[in-house]
């Protein structure tokens, strides 16, 4: 483990095309260890494909993705996410058809369920230990979403990507996420998020980088993103007082 | 003993188990429940039939993939019985090293194709397993001096395994003590074995990668599972479980030929009982081959008996004509998969969670 607050992720120049279309057109993104940093931007901004791009999921057509000093912008996604990043994607993947168990052992690849980490998530996640034997499609949303991320952090992972995970859920469980990301934070553990809520977004996040197409367009601490209300709705055409909720 | 044996994946609900504890309990004594050359016949190939659909099922119901050479290497593992058997004469070595070299041949063959395809898209994989298996089909027909060309194979078994054979001059339960029951028996419990490999490979942690892949690969991938691995393993299992159920049937025939082993009509067979049973349930396979090949021998022989109890009503008993069998068949299968369109099994096992 390095020193908090040196760069654990950098992109430089990242490039990314989908099919025909450009869509990230030179990302310059550095992520601070141990810290929690807040991917922002309208729709379409190219949030989600930075995210897949870091994850090998789309390759980078030009420029330099590097993990812990090592560039891994031409690795297939299973050598990177064995490296120690995982990913909750937005749509959170999860094994429909598999129980809740299974889901967790499967994601537990390298040493199988720690029973330790388990108490853990259950402390965070009080629902998995209930729907523990249920298949996982038959969950509530905010429930797959509560598994998807447990799924994340059933192995210790350096970094994890965290791709719009409040998105549909309702206020009451968007808190409860929003303590468990915090309990999480606690942890040591090094963030990239991507939200539009940015109310959850002020509360959680350390450092914050805004995208508009394809590009980074602003970055600094969420504190003075959140102070600064002029700014704010400069980058992300919010109205004053922070956003809805 | 009974729970570790199913890798604790038994089939479901009491009314499920019931029919599959039936089923098989009907195949296991067949030869004494149903004598009779044609009964004890449609049992063998029942048996066959499930191992043929199981292996298929691993593809298609648990790891998504569509293959269309699946009765390729069911026929590469019958033709290695059949050409060992007829260039070197009866014999158990010709049937070993028969069975043996079909089954590497398809494990081979197998790898190579899951090599060269999966890495692509699914859809690529069924365009080239399709192209493989007719090219293969083509070949068989070409070589006949070596394969019998479209006339297909006849020969000899060791004799143990031949209706000649008795094994003990009294008759049990007025069956014969023959090579016909040893046989019948040789491949019901080889079936029984087999099925229960696979069951065990589909509940093992392998077995939940690759439904983790059929799910959703990015995210298997994102979890860091080499998909590609994983796919091509369960490929070539597949096929070596197809060709040990070639193998099973050459034993049973006695003989083998393009049309009992490699046509496409059976590899769609084949894929109507997985979907009937219900695909990624291994005993979906159990219940789709016993009744697919059930109707296919028997409808028939219930046709006709309803057509001539019907024989007073003009048009119903035009329409119940044994000639009919096929169109009756097709209703059966846009029934079943009207009504239950995860597979009979899926539809139990849907309604207990």
Not at chain 2, 272 to 277: A, F, P, R, T
Request: aromatic fraction near 8%; include cysteine; glycine fraction near 10%.
């Amino acid at each position: 483990m390095g020193e908090t607050g040196e760069t654990l992720l950098s992109l430089s120049g990242v490039h990314t095309h989908i099919g025909q279309y450009h869509i990230l057109h030179g990302v310059d993104l550095e992520v601070p260890r141990g810290q929690l940093t807040m991917l922002l931007g309208r729709n379409g901004a190219g949030k989600t494909t930075t995210m897949r791009t870091i994850m090998g999921l789309w390759q980078a057509r030009q420029g330099a993705v590097r993990f812990a000093g090592e560039d891994i912008a031409r690795l297939a996604t299973p050598d990177i996410a064995r490296r120690g990043i995982a990913y909750v994607p937005e749509n959170m993947g999860i094994f429909g058809t598999l129980t809740v168990e299974e889901n967790m052992v499967l994601a537990a690849r390298r040493s199988g369920l720690n029973a330790e980490r388990l108490d853990w998530i259950y402390s965070l996640f009080p629902a998995m230990r209930k729907f523990w034997r249920w298949p996982a499609g038959q969950l509530s949303g905010g429930q797959k979403q509560m598994l998807a991320i447990s799924r994340a952090i059933i192995e210790p992972a350096e970094l994890l990507l965290v791709d719009e995970p409040t998105k549909g859920l309702a206020p009451t469980i968007i808190d409860a996420l929003a303590e468990a990301i915090m309990a999480l934070k606690q942890t040591g553990v090094t963030i990239l998020m991507v939200e539009q809520n940015f109310a959850l977004a002020r509360r959680v996040g350390d450092t914050v980088a805004v995208m508009d197409d394809g590009k980074i367009i602003h970055t600094g601490t969420m504190a003075e993103l959140g102070a600064d209300t002029a700014l704010q709705g400069r980058l992300l055409g919010l109205d004053i007082g922070g956003g809805t909720a | 003993m009974i729970k570790s044996l199913l890798s604790g994946d038994a089939p479901g609900k009491p009314l499920l188990a019931l029919i599959v504890c039936a089923v098989v309990i009907c195949l296991a004594l067949a030869p004494f429940l149903f004598p009779g050359t044609r009964s004890v016949d449609t049992a063998a190939r029942i048996c066959i039939i499930i191992v043929l659909v199981a292996s298929y099922d691993l593809l298609l119901g648990y790891t998504g993939i569509v293959s269309f050479a699946h009765t390729m290497f069911f026929g590469i593992g019958a033709y290695g019985v059949a050409i060992a058997s007829s260039s070197m004469g009866p014999g158990w070595d010709a049937l070993a090293l028969g069975g043996a070299g079909g089954v590497l041949v398809a494990a081979a063959l197998a790898f190579v194709i899951a090599l060269a395809s999966l890495r692509v898209r699914a859809i690529f994989f069924a365009m080239i397993t399709l192209a493989v298996a007719s090219a293969f089909g083509v070949l068989v027909s070409q070589l006949y001096t070596i394969t019998g060309g479209e006339d297909g194979l006849t020969y000899r078994l060791p004799q143990m395994l031949t209706p000649a054979f008795e094994f003990a001059d009294f008759r049990l339960f007025g069956v014969r003590l023959d090579g016909r029951l040893l046989s019948y028996y040789l491949i019901f419990f080889s079936a029984v074995a087999l099925f229960l490999v696979l069951l065990r490979l589909v509940n093992s942690p392998f077995g939940r990668v690759l439904q983790a892949i059929r799910e959703n690969d990015f995210r298997a991938e994102a979890l860091g599972y080499k998909t590609v691995h994983y796919r091509i393993v369960a490929s070539v299992v597949s096929a070596v479980v197809a060709a040990l159920a070639g193998v099973l049937l050459a034993i049973w025939l006695r003989y083998t030929g393009p049309d009992t082993t490699l046509s496409l009509d059976l590899m769609i067979d084949i894929l109507v009982m997985v979907v009937i049973g219900g695909m990624g349930t291994m005993w979906g396979s159990v219940l789709g081959a016993t009744i697919f090949v059930m109707a296919k021998n028997y409808l028939r022989e219930v046709m006709g008996a309803a057509s001539a109890l019907t024989s007073d009503l003009p048009l119903v008993t035009d329409i119940l004509h044994p000639d009919r069998w096929l169109f009756w068949l097709g209703l059966l299968f846009i029934l079943s998969v009207y009504f239950f369109p995860t597979g009979i099994v899926g539809k139990f096992r849907r309604s207990t969670q």
